[in-house]
């Protein structure tokens, strides 16, 4: 249970007041959300400024957020999500106001009635002992890492990022990012987009990161411990810029790493060819000591167990669909976990393009191979509405991108490729759904794709292929 107001505890009676305006401060019936304890539609953020210290021997973390959002209706309380965490103090509009902290929920009371389209700006201290949030796919959000644990990382989707800071967790409520990050001298610390500024403080360095993102709460990245640290550039092409690349890894795995994720580059390249242009000022992989069941596409900073790098690229597909996450996914993003084929089945089918880019197995035969495991497995989902529990169903990723390849097949690659970037440009650094990619589909290419779509998307039966 997470940490209750010392008087709610002790007087039931003060959970009224609580309970009989926490539906107007999430501004939505929670029934229409899959996770519906989690974000609140009731105001909108514009950034998130974190200044975070946190100190290895006791596992401890300081934090001060500051966050500047918008209210889409009047407010009277403001809701964000915490968890494990206590806040201390907490000022809007620069005045102290009052809190209470109930089932991973943190609510301020406004010092005034805020009103629809006003901006304001939340202070707030708050402390602890940072662990992992129990879900239904294990724990999620911020963990230890290394032997000894003296570093940490952060995998937060789809409802982790609570466990390191207040935020409104919701994947299509997007934001700017600072961090401002302390640890011991001799510790590094990475964060999402590129680093403006490292200095000593006392006993130890401040790591300063700014990523205009915009970004969702689960999708920003923490890192501390001791790394080892590759720069370079992603050329792209004469109509692009080149992207940074930042890689970070332990230094005992150092060669493997740097291996195994050589071929990056190669990938933006290809993927820009694909998709478009990147969307974001940077990439890099951060590879942790610690051994994960999957990457996680942390915005500008996808980060691998070292159960991924075998210095032999065994996972090099897994690079290639964390790094086409960064456009679909990361920069066209979803607006309730519902929708999540349009992150995995893309991000898939990405992985079958590289294939296809470096002359190993075509998009075509991995797609016929994997509809014939698809074919002798239970065809009782629907990946446009898996259900909360089997939102990461390896089905939803695989049907998404049989999905995706069924459309090559009725469009051709020229016009299957022009949707995919015209997708891409009509909803970059936005949210979207699968409504939305069904009409986009039919508009840009004058075809009637829908039926095809709903087959894949919508009815549990598998459909065949296109001959």
Known sequence: MTRCSRRALIRGAALLPLAATAADALGEPPAARYFPRHGSYAHSTVAYDLRLAYHPAKAGLDGQARIEAVANQRLERVALDLSRLTARTARIDGTRVRTRQ??????????????????????????????????????????LTGDPYDGTMVASQPTGAPSWFPCNDRPDDKAAYTFRITVPQGHDALANGTLV????????????????????????????????????????GPDHPPIALHNAYPAWMAKDAAHDLARQPEMLRAFCGHFGRYPFEAYGAVVVDAELGAPVENQTRSVFGRNHIDGQRGTETLVAHEIAHHWYGNSVSLRDWRDIWLNEGFATYAEWLWSEHIGEDTADEIARAEWRSLRDRPQDLRIADPGPRLIFDDRVYVRGACTLHALRRTLGDGGFFALLRSWHAAHRHAAADTATFLAHAEHHTGQETRPLLHSWLYEKRLPDLVA
């Open 102 to 143: 109930q089932n991973g929920k943190l609510y301020l009371d406004a010092p005034h009635p805020l009103p629809a389209g006003a901006h304001f700006t939340m202070e707030i201290d708050y402390r602890g002992r940072p662990r992992p949030i129990r879900s239904p796919f294990g724990p999620i959000g911020w963990d």
């Open 197 to 236: 500024d490292r200095h000593r403080t006392g006993r130890g360095t401040c790591w300063t990161y700014h990523h205009p993102g915009p970004m969702a709460p689960y999708l920003a990245a923490l890192y501390t411990g001791r790394f080892r640290h590759d720069h370079g550039t992603a050329p792209v």
